[in-house]
Every structure is written in C-alpha cells, then in structure tokens.
C-alpha cells in the first residue's frame, strides 16, 4: 500500500510564498515521475509541474519564473516552492507519483492540500 501525504498549504497574500511537501511512504520499490497539479473550485484539475527520476523539470507557463519543483528522492519527496503568488492560484494542489511496487508501476495521489492567496 502506498500513500502519498500533502504539506503546506495555507492562506498567504498576494505576492507571498509557500513550500508545498508530499512524502511518499509504503513498500516502494523505486518512483518515476513525480508530479504536482492543482484544481480550483469550478474547473478541471490541471498539471502544474512534473519531474523526472534524473531531476529534470518543466512547468505550465502559468507558473514558470515564479514555481519551481524539486525532489529528494532519499526521502521520497517531492517540493513545489511557490514564489510570487497570484490570486488566480488559489487551489487545491494535489501530488502524483508513479511508484513502483512488488505489483509494478502504478499512479498514486495525495489527499490535497489548500492554497489560498487573497488579494
């Protein structure tokens, strides 16, 4: 069983910042991809930043210069610091990872974590 756990969210200003954590635990054999999306009240839920086993990243061009996606795979974990926030990200941001097990690889989510940013 594997479960993926979603840290720091929160309310924050416009212009303010947030370091969003998601810890990956079970019996993990190895983690692919790990990914971060968000979905605000009233629209689909949309991939904001992914990142490869190797360290490469890429982000939406909503975020690019202002998010920026890290993992420490030692700890399985993966990090979205948040910089720069708009009213317009306010969401419920979400992990992704695809972790592989005795049973092979599969796509795993967080339970989400809020972030709201007043203006």
């Known amino acids: 069983q594997v479960q993926l756990v979603e840290s720091g969210g929160g309310l924050v200003q416009a212009g303010g910042s947030l370091r969003l954590s998601c810890v990956a635990s079970?019996?993990?054999?190895?983690?692919?991809?790990m990914s971060w999306y968000r979905q605000a009240p009233g629209k689909q839920r949309e991939l904001v930043a992914v990142?490869?086993?190797?360290?490469?990243?890429n982000s939406v061009d909503s975020v690019k210069g202002r998010f920026t996606i890290s993992r420490d795979n030692a700890k399985n974990t993966v990090y979205l610091q948040m910089n720069s926030l708009k009213p317009e990200d306010t969401a419920v941001y979400y992990c992704?990872?695809?972790?592989?097990?005795?049973?092979?690889?599969?796509?795993?989510w967080g339970q989400g974590t809020q972030v709201t940013v007043s203006s």
């Open positions: 990142i490869s086993s190797g360290g490469s990243a």
């Open positions: 079970g019996v993990i054999f190895s983690i692919n991809t």
């Open positions: 992704n990872a695809e972790v592989r097990t005795r049973l092979g690889y599969g796509a795993y």
